[in-house]
């Protein structure tokens, strides 16, 4: 039982930051970490909580087909099948599904082009990217309503142990080896997010001045 | 009693949340908790205190009309009719009213339109809109000083036992079944709101670029 | 003494929630509290403080001239002069003086103008102007470095008893009754800030689209 | 030992005041504060940690050429070098650097210019610039992921005992006298860049109504 403990208290402490940062708007997000491989077990946040809140009714065990290992009341996130997906085809530890305003915004103005690209960023590190043109592609899918097609769509691309995926004006997944390596992506992604969003306008509000200088 | 503390501590919590996110600004804002139904009896913020600090004169009982239950020193908020317009018209056990930046940018931005609309956003499932081409409109009421017609004007869009209606300039009053639905609503509209203020930023900002690369 | 250990635990209570939304960056800012009238006295803060942080020696008190009143290693803050200004010309209490990003850009946005006016806002209520077409002024001086000059300028807009003045590119004055009355005061100058700067970047990202459509 | 402890114990200050303020997204940044003059030996953020959680290992001491002075399993953050430049070229006490979406942006739309110049504004003041026409020139120098290059790119411009270095795209590096003085410095930059973008989108918002009028 002591893995599932150290695993509770690290997703819990995960939950508390990102909670801090009100990321959980609406009762939206959930979170998952690996207890074990073969069989895969994962904990998942229960379905229908304030993620605000601390209690001792936060998580529950799922097996790789996301149903509850063992007798509960609680009811997995409506989304445990993408976490089930993210371990299947990675040797992920951690997976972590949040909404936050700009990663939505990113998500719909560059979800017709089906992806962001950003270069030349020191947070593309956390991506263990260090070449000085290294280049990370975050890829955004349309956000279907059934969730199995939207598990398998996101399936797609889990193509290495650590990644992020948009959905279309549904938030962002990301996953990496443990909860640490999850958070700083999830963090180095809204980062990023919000830079470009800050930049648009910048540079848009600069060309204007020139522009009205010019005329 | 019983009950009545339960909702003190109920719309306690509420109100203690609320005020770390500095959604009372100005000392603006009231919230309440219906206690009993008949006859009608709500707690409600009582009025002009700083609702960032937690005191024992928080919250006052009042009946349906929004008079006090039983003697007290305490005034209920001046606003105390929109509640009672809402307990009297739907099934709703919470009703709150905040104002946030985001939320009156919106109510004025889309104030001549009566209403705002959102479709294709994930966080609309705070409504139990759960179909993917579903649509969430929000009207916005004309802000009217007199209380009572700002209040029936607002209940005449009190349709359902969960809802939102944005008054024009003044703040968001929304309400559900208990607190828990309130709260969902809330922070469902307020990431709209940022959402739908941010996009339309970005979408100019990167026409703008596109523009003046097409010049 | 009882009545100046009473305003510095007010003034206290008042810096720590300042502190907390991180309105005094780079050590800028300045409160002061009145603690009698003939004559003049009243707690302001110490000059090169971080005012994040709580001491002992957060405020020392001075007389009508800014004065130390009794021996201290204090230094009264650089701008205690225009607090002076306030207590010499109004019956006001509590005076605050915060630079947050919005005021300092609305103070540089409208400064040529020598005002930025607001109507139809329900924060407005917060100066307790109540009429559905009530108009708040809020006046733009120029940021003298030479503080008697500075401080006789902001005085000749001390015409009531609680009020507020920005200084171009120097932040916001407030004043009221007490201490609750001027942080509600600024609590709603710097929501209608704030309110004011996102509409005009929603109003002008809304005719950017308009405008393109129709081309 | 005692002057270690004192200074790990400021440092420690400082890293959970800016981790308060989330200003070390995707464990990006990096904080280190002189312990003695000669041999040069500083205290420094151990690398990979999550720098919003406080232990025993945040903090490792190195000396003038960035290496472990003692034994120790704690590997020195990876940009160190830049620590020694500081130290090594001025009277510094103390250096910090961090990435904020603000510093981040205005990096990259200045960086052409290789600066960003400050004029007229009160905040000049962190940096003991008090004439009322004081001008302030931040440098912005070109990310080279090569630490060494980056480093000495660095030292070029540590040319005072206190300043502030913007590389493009890769965050803010301040020094100051000590901790007071070096965060003074970082929280009046991020005030200024925060200012600079406000004012850039709200300049052009106006514009963009009063352009529209007049077609």
Redesign the interface.
């Known amino acids: 039982m002591s893995v599932v403990l150290t695993r509770v208290h690290e997703l819990a402490e995960i939950k508390e ?1 990102l909670a801090a ?2 990321w959980f ?4 997000g959930n979170l998952a970490i690996k207890v074990q491989d073969s069989p895969l077990q994962f904990l998942v946040t229960a379905s229908g909580k ?1 993620k ?1 809140k601390k209690t001792k009714e936060d998580f529950l065990l799922v097996d790789g087909e996301g149903n509850p290992v063992g007798a509960t009341h609680l009811r997995p996130s409506a989304e445990t099948l993408l976490h089930c997906e993210i371990y299947k085809r990675s040797k992920a530890g951690c997976s972590l599904h949040v ?1 936050t ?2 990663n ?2 990113i998500s ?2 560059y979800g017709d082009a089906g992806k962001i690209v950003f270069q ?4 593309i ?2 991506f263990d990217r ?3 043109d290294a280049e990370l592609q975050i890829p955004i899918i349309y ?3 059934h969730i199995p097609t939207l598990a398998s769509t996101l399936g797609d691309f889990v193509k290495e142990d650590k990644g992020a995926v948009l ?5 962002i997944t990301v996953w990496g080896k443990d909860g ?1 390596e999850a ?3 999830l ?2 992604c ?2 990023l997010f ?2 470009q ?13 020139t ?2 200088l010019n005329n």
């Open positions: 930051e940062r009100d708007m609406g009762t939206s304030d605000r909404h305003v700009a939505n915004v719909e103005l030349g960023q020191e947070l590190k956390a260090w070449e000085e956000n279907y309503a959905i279309r004006n549904h938030g640490f958070k700083k992506i963090e180095a809204e980062f919000q830079y969003l800050a930049l648009i306008q910048a540079k848009a509000g600069l060309l204007a001045s522009g009205a």
